[in-house]
């Protein structure tokens, strides 16, 4: 099939290429997503814990949900370019992310990692289908 879609490398700004021309991957580190749970986890403690009249939790208000850790970004570099270490990220290769079938599949395929809610892969591919994406963008 053929290419419908461009990954660009954060780190130069030009397109991921297949295999041997200019390879590289969309990753998400471990170590980052490591530290957003444990981030999460105490964030939940201070600003979720049941009231002491066992009423439930509060009300949680803007200013406390501007405190909320954000998710762990997504990136794309060339492997010359930057490329973290494969024991440190998660990596899909870019020539296994070529068309929007493949962005589907990879989606389904993610769905079933516990900490994809802790990434921002829906804006990934949310910002990739309105056209306004720096990461994935359609060829042409």
Same mark, same amino acid.
């Given at each position: ?27 998400? *580190? =471990?170590? /980052?997503?490591?530290?957003? +749970? $444990? ?9 979720? &814990?049941? #009231? ?14 501007? *405190? =909320?850790? /954000?998710?762990?970004?997504? +990136? $794309? ?9 494969? &024991?440190? #990220? ?51």
């Amino acid at each position: 099939m053929d290419r419908e879609l461009n990954i660009i490398c954060q780190a130069c700004s030009k397109p991921l290429g297949d295999d041997e021309h200019n390879p590289g991957n969309l990753w998400v *580190s =471990h170590a /980052e997503l490591a530290t957003r +749970r $444990a981030a999460l986890a105490e964030w939940e403690r201070e600003h979720l &814990a049941p #009231a002491a009249d066992g009423s439930g939790p509060p009300m949680v208000g803007f200013r406390t949900m501007a *405190s =909320h850790p /954000e998710r762990v970004r997504w +990136r $794309a570099t060339h492997e010359a370019c930057d490329s973290p270490a494969d &024991a440190d #990220a998660y990596t899909i290769a870019s020539r296994r992310v070529r068309t929007w079938l493949d962005v589907v599949k990879w989606t389904s395929h993610l769905m079933g990692k516990t900490w994809i809610n802790d990434t921002n892969w829906s804006t990934v591919i949310g910002e990739a289908a309105e056209g306004r994406s720096n990461l994935i963008q359609p060829v042409g």
